[in-house]
Structures are given as C-alpha cells and as structure tokens.
C-alpha cells in the first residue's frame, strides 16, 4: 500500500475529478445533475450489488435485502434474526427500511426472539424447530440465560452446568459472542442501554421470562441455579480453528 500526500499531483490530480468540468450553467456537469438522493445511491452501488454484498455474508436459505421487502412483518424480521442471530433495535429497525412501525416489530419480536443485554437474539424455538432437537434448545437457551448475568462467560463454566459437545458449544457460542483470548466469550453487541432506558416495561418482562425459562431448565436437567461465577483471569480459552 503506497501512501500519496494530500497535496501530491496523483491527490490532486483524483480530486479534481469529483468537480464538474461544465463551464456555462445549463451544460452537462453540475447544472445537469438532477438525481434524487435514492437515485444517485443505485448509480453508484446497484440494488442487485447492495444486495449481493449483504447476501454474501449470510448462510444459506436467508434472503436478500429486495427479497425481504416482498415478505410480510412477521417473516421479515424472522429472516434478518436467523440471518445474525443477535441485533439492536434500532439496527434492526434500519434494516427494515421503515417497514413496520416500532411497536408491530416489537410484537413480533416478543414471539421469536429475546432479548440479552438490551439486544435481541434469535429465540431457539426459531434455529431448532424439531422435536428432537429439544436438548439443543436448552442448551443454547442456558448459554443465553449466562449472558443475561453478565457479559463474558468460559467455556468451562458452561461445560460444568450442561451436557454439551466442545464442537456444538463452539457453534453456539461463536454465533452470539466473541472469543477473547485469556478472558473467554463476550457478548457479541454492546449493551444497548439506548433501548433500556426507552422500553422499561419489556426489559422487566423479559427478565421475568428468563426467570421462569430458567427455572425451567433447572427442573429439566438440573443446571446450576445461581449465576455463574465471575471467570478466573488466568484462564485461557482457546481460538476457533
């Protein structure tokens, strides 16, 4: 990579070039530009391309941004969640492009997702919708239940609550956190304060909810009922291969 002055002739030179070369208003250049904000956007960075380049980053069976906006609230905001797993309100609200008022995406998250350190999560009812995979799904809602306490969990703390093989909890743990080395996996977003201190009302329900779902998991296979204790900072967790 080779740096070039903002005053060198190649910067100069570059710059010039973002300044119309029309010397008589109403010729081609700057008279002439006529393009709406949205307009200007698609000549620049094609629909199709914005498109491909979200689509790319995603697994497969999600959807792209133009195929979300053929699908109704409910599917869409399902889709984006399967898609990252873990989201901030406001982000998701972006994503959406103004389709669907706050509070209808509020409703609908309350059915499919939630919510950790002020974000929304996946629900695991939504990833694992067959019978069989009922072990996953307490599973995972432990590991989401840990981060409801606090924001960096070790894998050997949740390998001494619940049965869980190191490839499946790698899996769970890498789609809504980070690995820090000798420290362990930190929630994947900030804590969305911002959301907190809006919607007072659904953080304290689904506190209560992550009560009973908890309380839940402990009847049905035995995890630890107190928070998990603050990890060790010695402790090295190791990098995903």
Sequence with gaps: LEHYGVDSDLATSERLLLFSGAEEEGSEGAGGFNMTPVQYLNEVCPLKRRDEAVHSGQSNGTVSLSQLAHLALPQQVKSVLKSG?????????????????????????????????????AGSNLLFSEESEHVRVNNRDFILWCFTQRRVVTRK??????????????????????????????????????????????????????????????????QCTDPIPEPQPMEVEQPIP
């Design 85 to 121: 797993q873990v989201i901030q309100f406001n982000q998701l609200c972006s994503l959406l492009g103004g389709r669907g008022s706050a509070s209808a995406i509020l409703d609908t998250l309350k059915t499919c997702a939630v919510l950790v350190q002020g974000c929304w999560v």
């Design 157 to 222: 703390e949740l390998t001494s609550s619940i049965k869980i093989s190191p490839d499946e909890l790698r899996e769970m743990l890498g789609s809504v956190a980070s690995l820090r080395v000798s420290v362990g996996w930190e929630f994947k977003l900030p804590t969305d304060t911002e959301f907190i201190r809006k919607y007072p009302a659904i953080v304290r329900q689904q506190a209560t909810q992550w009560e009973k779902r908890h309380n839940q998991l402990v009847r049905e296979s035995g």
